[in-house]
């Protein structure tokens, strides 16, 4: 099977065929009623087609995609200066003990699985893309960092992409008590993605060759600017990685413990590490290293790296003990996780796994893939199946995700430890382990100027001296480096965030490009300044997006997700509570969330549109023009109706009718409504309204 011609050869958008015998419809007005930080929100309407998707035409649209950039007067031309060697191309010093700095060929397991968070930067177009990753591998002694690039293909294809993603994995290992590098390199990614505004959830799923798909998923999360090439209605992306290369081999940076083993079980409710749960004796181990003692470099940084990966592993080594089975999903993402994990099988998938498990999602997504063969429709409709199967089963989906966009941070500063274990103890090195927040507002520029008084208090050396010094801004993978020059005491530089989640900036100085005088050997010093964490602020609950899929099957379930945003569309992590109500305000589902989001399935109806009046009105256009129409009121519109009057549709006249709500539909009066009319409006799928009377003027 060739994924990669179905993939990048095949310009097909998924159809599938309409069980006839089933009336469908669509089911409209949907809307939720949200309890936020004490203010009650409720959603703009969505609306589900009930019935399978039709054929979409390809029409190309002109359109680009401009990446976000570091900016500001003193920036370099010419690209990015060289930096210091890191850790990486360093061997470790003598005292460096549990094999610290040292590339791992296999890494121990806890209870037969290795977990990891990742940060990574998709861009590409058309079909193809290249991305980059960096990974902490959660491992029996400690945390490993690793870099990976590749190519990918993608589907559909587009005129250009950038994404950023966050992302909790685990593999159960063939090997049991440990996981080689090998297998890890040769594990290719399978993703499976759907947007949620410019937001990007959804779980990768892994191939290694000569063995399909193997006991592996990783949960995905971000925010990604996309120029479409087709309208696609569905919403879903496929991305095959095709070739892939550790750039930094899996390295062991921080042991848990000073004995180089597991972590220690930690004391009190909500945590049973030891030998039944993975996600909790990480968690576990997180919370020894956040509070560790000690103010040198590598304790404070161990500390600020906890706590940024703490609360996505809190959430999920939480369970309540409600497991996923057959007829209904684990009450929390920690039970859907810890049953997965305890039932390991290293070797191959689960046949006959509760329905609603990871296991399930894994074999079934497996099953229908290798069945697929190089069938593009079968290959889009596993992938199409397989993120409805993971909202399904997710109970916490959206909440996950949206703590796990705080990760970025955490992966960043592994790096920066890794400098300091490696070559901390370096003569002529220079850091400054603090890290300075700055807040941000998404769209606007935000100051990450460093002055020459900062670097020269940290390097003993008068300010003056720094004049044309070399500023190297680094925010990678999120954000490309960019090199600056001081200049009149300071460099100037800002960033302008499009994504709410934090970005952590770190400084390089080279002083080999500075006046001076400076003492000697200065220009082969390190100079660290401290880094800066920008954090995009969230402003109080202004919004709810709610999201339903485009289309769907009459009479099976669908989720329905809510999200709390703000004026500037940043999402709110908090608690809230949320009602889903259908288009006659009827209650279909509640739920709550503590993350600043919550979903629930419901089985929704089709609508039956009715009218309740007819009457003239003034339209009012874009130009601010206006002309003579009718107002139509009612209940159930689709935003597919069609408007006939006199049994002809109003579109086939050559008149514009706008639906603008459930309730009300507008259409324009050419002067052809004289007198008495019928008015029917009909829904898809043939569902008509019942026929009301108009008189024109």
């Known amino acids: 099977m060739s994924l990669r011609r179905v993939l990048a050869a095949s310009l097909v958008v998924f159809a599938a065929c309409a069980d006839e015998a089933v009336k469908g419809g669509s089911a409209v007005g949907l809307h939720a009623r949200v309890r936020a930080g004490g203010v009650e929100l409720v959603s703009e309407e969505a609306e589900v087609r009930l019935d399978p998707p039709g054929d979409a035409e390809l029409t190309a649209r002109s359109a680009s995609v401009v990446r976000p950039q570091l900016d500001g007067p003193h920036r370099r031309a010419g690209g990015v200066a060289p930096v210091r060697a890191s850790w990486a191309a360093r061997t470790p010093p003598a005292t460096a003990a549990c094999g610290v700095g040292k590339p791992a060929e296999k890494i121990g397991t806890i209870n037969g699985s290795l977990c990891w968070v990742s940060a990574s930067l998709t861009s590409g177009s058309l079909v193809e893309e290249n991305a980059i990753y960096e990974f902490l591998l959660l491992g029996r002694d400690g945390i490993y960092k690793a870099t990976q690039v590749s190519t990918n293909v993608y589907y559909p294809p587009d005129f250009g992409h950038f994404g950023v993603t966050a992302a909790v994995g685990c593999a159960k290992s063939p090997d049991g008590d440990f996981i080689t590098t090998e297998y890890l390199s040769s594990m290719s990614a399978f993703a499976v993605a759907y947007s949620i505004g410019p937001y990007i959830v959804g779980f990768t799923a892994f191939i290694v060759p000569g063995r399909a798909f193997v006991p592996a998923i990783e949960y995905d999360s971000g925010y990604g600017l996309t120029a479409s090439l087709i309208p696609w209605p569905i919403g879903i992306s496929l991305n095959l990685m095709e070739k892939s290369n550790y750039t930094t081999p899996p390295t062991l940076i921080v042991p848990w413990n000073k004995s180089c083993g597991a972590p220690a079980p930690l004391p009190g409710p909500g945590f049973r590490a030891g030998e039944d749960d993975t996600l909790a004796t990480i968690a576990a181990g997180l919370h020894g290293l956040q509070s560790a003692p000690g103010d040198d470099n590598i304790a404070v940084l161990q500390r600020e790296m906890a706590a940024s990966l703490l609360p996505v592993f809190d959430m999920l080594s939480a369970p309540s003990g409600g497991a996923p089975t057959d007829d209904a999903p684990a009450a929390t993402q920690a039970d859907l996780f810890r049953d997965w994990l305890a039932r390991g099988d290293g070797e191959q998938l689960c046949a006959d796994c509760p329905a609603t498990s990871i296991d399930h999602l894994l074999y079934e997504f497996d099953r229908q893939v290798q069945a697929a063969g190089d069938d593009s429709d079968a290959i889009l409709l596993a992938g199409i199946e397989g993120a409805d199967r993971q909202v399904q089963f997710s109970p916490q989906l959206l909440e996950q995700a949206n703590l796990q966009r705080q990760l970025s941070p955490g992966v960043a500063l592994a790096g920066v430890i890794a400098d300091e274990v490696i070559a901390g103890g370096d003569a002529g090195r220079f850091v400054d382990a603090r890290i300075v927040v700055v807040p941000a507002q998404l769209g606007v520029a935000a100051d990450l100027s460093i002055g020459a008084d900062e670097i020269a208090d940290l390097i003993g050396v008068d300010a003056a001296a720094l004049a044309g010094a070399t500023v190297t801004l680094d925010a990678s993978p999120v954000v490309e480096a960019a090199s600056f020059t001081l200049t009149d005491g300071e460099v100037q530089a800002s960033y302008t965030p499009q994504d709410p989640a934090p970005v952590l900036f770190r400084y390089a100085v080279d002083l080999s490009t500075a006046a001076g005088p400076l003492p000697a050997g200065a220009a082969d010093w390190v100079v660290r300044p401290a880094m800066r964490r920008m954090q995009p602020a969230s402003g109080p609950p202004a919004r709810v997006l709610l999201t339903a899929p485009y289309r769907a099957i009459v009479d099976t379930p669908v989720v329905l997700s809510a999200m709390v945003l703000d004026a500037d569309y940043s999402p709110i992590t908090g608690p809230l509570a949320v009602d889903f109500l259908d288009g006659e305000g009827e209650l279909l589902a509640s739920a709550e ?36 129409g009718f107002a139509v009121t009612g209940t159930g519109f689709s935003r597919e109706a069609v408007v006939r009057v006199d049994g002809v549709s109003l579109a086939e006249r050559g008149l514009l009718v706008a639906v603008i709500s459930s309730r009300e539909i507008l259409f324009e009066d050419d002067g052809g409504f004289a007198g008495d009319h019928k008015i029917v409006v009909e829904n898809p799928h043939d569902t008509p309204s019942n026929t009301s009377s108009f008189t024109g003027p």
């Open 593 to 628: 969330g503590q993350y600043g989001s919550a979903m629930a399935a419901v089985v929704p109806s089709p609508s039956i549109p009715a009218i309740a009046a007819v009457m003239p009105t003034t339209l009012k256009y874009g130009d601010d023009s206006t002309g003579p």
